[in-house]
């Protein structure tokens, strides 16, 4: 069982916005700044997308957005495309006990 | 742009020791603007955090596996390690390296290896 809570499965049409959850206990997203995002496609390795809640690396399209909530944060997609369909998974730093927790995956199907 | 590639001796036998290495190219593992780590992912699975690694050495771990891991950096191969003990079949996964600039401190990876499989098997 994973520590962050996502769901397991959305699905959006292209051009859609999507917006995927992360939900969290205390101690870790609501606690701190350090959220972050990974995509994932098929037999690759995961790619950050989102930092520090809201923050894109270099070169990740600005269709990625990042925000939190209270215990929860959140990623959306605008202009959803094909290639968008991959595995996402939510991160946070929680404490210096814990370290970091992940959250199980969602797995975006674009329709 | 660091590159990053994972070994390992992809099958071992359940209660034997695991040892993964990353080897680091395009940049020194000495570098002190750098840290890196592990993250597992079993079969059809999420990803696991396992630990991290600054280039002083100090190493902070998931605590449900602290008590069988080591993570360990060899600057004269430029590469560092996972030791992982008393493995059972729940240890086998995808295993990843990564690493991520210090600047941003962030416990986050932007850097990451294409993964090696560890299986865990009599």
């Known amino acids: 069982q994973s520590a962050l809570t996502q769901p397991a499965s959305v699905s959006g049409s292209p051009g859609q916005s999507i917006t995927l959850s992360c939900t969290g206990a205390?101690?870790?997203?609501?606690?701190?700044?350090?959220v972050s995002w990974y995509q994932q496609h098929p037999g690759e390795a995961p790619k950050l997308i989102i930092f520090?809640?809201?923050k894109r690396p270099s070169g990740v399209s600005d269709r990625f957005s990042g925000s939190k909530s209270g215990n929860t944060a959140s990623l959306t997609i605008s202009g959803l495309q094909a290639d968008d369909e991959a595995d996402y998974y939510c991160?946070?730093?929680?404490?210096?006990?814990?370290?970091?927790?992940f959250g199980g995956g969602t797995k975006l199907t674009v329709l | 742009q660091l590159q990053l590639q994972e070994s390992g001796p992809g099958l071992v036998k359940p209660s034997e020791t695991s040892s993964l290495t990353c080897s680091v190219s395009g940049g020194s593992i000495s570098d002190t603007d750098y840290y890196w780590g592990w993250i597992r992912q079993p079969p059809g699975k999420g990803l696991e955090w396992i630990g991290i690694?600054?280039?002083?050495?100090?190493?902070y771990y998931n605590p449900s596996l602290k008590s069988r891991v080591t993570i360990s950096i060899d600057t004269s191969k430029n590469r560092f390690s996972l030791r992982l003990n008393s493995v059972t079949a729940a240890d086998t996964a995808l295993y990843f390296c990564a690493s991520r600039k210090i600047e941003y401190f962030d416990w986050t990876y932007d850097s990451w290896g294409r993964g090696t499989l560890l299986s865990v098997s009599s």
């Open positions: 520090g809640v809201n």
């Open positions: 991160s946070s730093y929680a404490g210096r006990t814990t370290f970091v927790v």
């Open positions: 205390s101690g870790d997203i609501e606690t701190y700044n350090l």
């Open positions: 690694i600054y280039s002083s050495g100090a190493a």
